[in-house]
């Protein structure tokens, strides 16, 4: 054996490789949670948007059929009307899911409006 050469020779490159792979992963997690976060809020927004434009419809303060509105409403916000029900005392309930998809899959939103009490 030569008096120069190491077992262990190049280890460290391959710890530093090693290392900045685990780094890079993290961070694919980091911003793929974090573009999960802003689509829901955005899918949210849109339900709560959605909802409360419908509620409108369904006391006569706007012309049109309540989901209608909705619809339109959640459109204009780059996501569709997946269920929408008329309740009592004037209430919309309205689920919304964005059009674009995450890697983790659809964005939903959930909102419930109605008259103030």
């Avoid at 710890?15 to 890079?24: D, E, H, S, Y």
């Avoid at 993290?26 to 509620?55: F, K, T």
């Amino acid at each position: 054996m030569h008096p120069d050469s190491h077992p262990e020779r190049g280890s460290g490159t391959v710890l530093a490789a090693a290392l900045g792979l685990v780094v890079i992963t993290a961070m694919v997690l980091v911003l793929l949670l974090a573009q999960s976060a802003v689509m829901a809020s955005r899918a949210a927004s849109a339900a709560d948007l959605a909802a409360l434009a419908a509620a409108d419809a369904a006391r006569g303060l706007t012309v049109g059929e309540p989901c209608a509105v909705a619809a339109a409403v959640a459109a204009r916000h780059n996501a569709r009307v997946t269920a929408c029900a008329e309740g009592t005392g004037q209430t919309v309930e309205v689920r919304t899911e964005l059009e674009a998809r995450t890697v983790v899959g659809a964005a939903t939103g959930h909102a419930l409006a109605g008259p103030p009490p």
